[in-house]
């Protein structure tokens, strides 16, 4: 196992060293819309065609994207179809859930049907969505953690490392290579999730959580990988309504563009209404920064990533709190450190600040910011 994952480990290294990381540029209005997708994924339950129709027919005239986010859906073949071909008439891209393949009658029906997709959708079919949160499952130790804390004698993040990518690459490899692309979306390790093969990764906005945290920690993970990166805006509530307020919901989605997001979704789920947990204020908030997007082309990834937090290799920390979980061990010696560190530097620098990791590859990472602070050392800002 622990060679395997080694050698995972190396050749990933290998083809980020091998990578030229383009920076950002000025863009018009034609070239955002290749660039930057938005939209909203529906993840109701027991989703019918009736519940797609409804929910595209709503949002397609300012949104770009829309996510398939019902297991429902993509293990009825017939009703995918029937999504994807009005999803595609609607003139919006798409990204389908995948759930495992043993909930298939047939193991190789998702490889062929996402081959054919392909030819029949081109480009408009832009990703599979596979496995949800896997770095955050191992972090808070749901049941179906991807590494488990007793299985080590003693704390091993350089293990934890290496099974960490081993096993979730192991999830997602049935899907690497007939999609256009696999994305998740997860609360923490994105550094890891790029490492064990994502394409994208997707930095949940909910709860009381620092979205600039989450942006440097999803940003400057993509970025050192040669990667893309977006934003999933999520529960602010366990209970009704859910979601966050039309205000708040329009600066996570600008946050989003300005910081340079490939794609930023809308999490919808459950039903509690017509069009799920969005009501027609959301909806108008979310009209009203597509008319921004149309009018700001030059707006998009504006906030760059200029400075970085250099954190110490396969340090995986969980950044909720000071005491959060170091992979699912409890928090160290150096935890209250790289928390205090990187709140002074959020409050300097802000959606400024990437995070990143030490290692071998570290030359190449370094050259794309103006200034590096590191874990090992005393952090002052002006």
């Given amino acids: 196992m622990r060679y395997k994952a080694l050698v995972l480990t190396v050749v990933m290294a290998a083809i980020l060293a091998a990578s030229d990381f383009v920076g950002f540029e000025i863009l018009n209005k ?33 949104t770009n994207l829309f996510v398939i986010g019902s297991p429902e859906i993509s293990l009825n073949e017939s009703l995918l179809n029937m999504t994807c071909d009005y999803v595609y008439d609607a003139g919006l891209n798409f990204i389908i859930l995948f759930t495992d393949t043993t909930k298939y009658s047939n193991d190789s029906k998702p490889y062929v049907w996402i081959t054919k997709a392909r030819q029949k959708y081109g480009n408009k079919f832009l990703a599979v969505y596979r496995f949800d949160e896997p770095g955050g499952s191992v972090l808070d130790h749901a049941k179906d953690s991807l590494i488990n804390e007793t299985d080590f004698i003693a704390p091993d993040y350089s293990l934890a490392a290496e099974l960490y990518s081993y096993n979730l690459y192991s999830l997602i490899s049935f899907y690497l290579y007939p999609s256009p692309s696999v994305i998740t979306a997860d609360y923490g390790l994105y550094w890891f999730d790029y490492n064990a093969g994502y394409s994208s990764v997707l930095a949940e906005f909910g709860n009381n959580h620092s979205r600039e945290m989450n942006v440097g920690l999803c940003r400057g993970a993509a970025e050192a990988h040669g990667k893309d990166w977006g934003s999933i805006i999520t529960w602010t509530y366990t209970k009704e309504p859910y979601v966050e307020s039309p205000e708040e919901l329009y600066q996570d989605l600008l946050l989003s563009y300005h910081t340079g997001a490939k794609y930023t ?22 009209k009203n920064f597509w008319n921004y997007v149309q009018n700001n082309p030059q707006d998009y990834a504006i906030d760059r990533g200029e400075v970085a937090y250099v954190l110490p290799a396969d340090y995986g920390f969980g950044f909720r709190s000071a005491v959060d979980h170091v992979w699912p061990f409890q928090a160290d010696t150096l935890s209250a450190k790289v928390w205090n560190d990187t709140q002074m530097l959020l409050s300097k620098y802000s959606s400024h600040l990437d995070i990143v990791y030490d290692g071998n590859d570290f030359g190449a990472i370094a050259k794309r910011y103006s200034k590096l602070f590191f874990w090992n050392e005393t952090i002052v800002v002006d």
């Fill in 30 to 62: 034609e070239q955002v819309a290749d660039k930057f997708f938005v939209g909203v994924e529906m993840a109701y339950s027991n989703a019918t065609f009736n519940d797609v129709k409804e929910l595209v027919d709503k949002v397609k005239d300012y």
């Fill in 265 to 286: 979704v809308v999490f919808n789920y459950p039903k509690i209404g017509p069009y799920g947990i969005l009501n027609q204020t959301h909806l108008d908030a979310m």
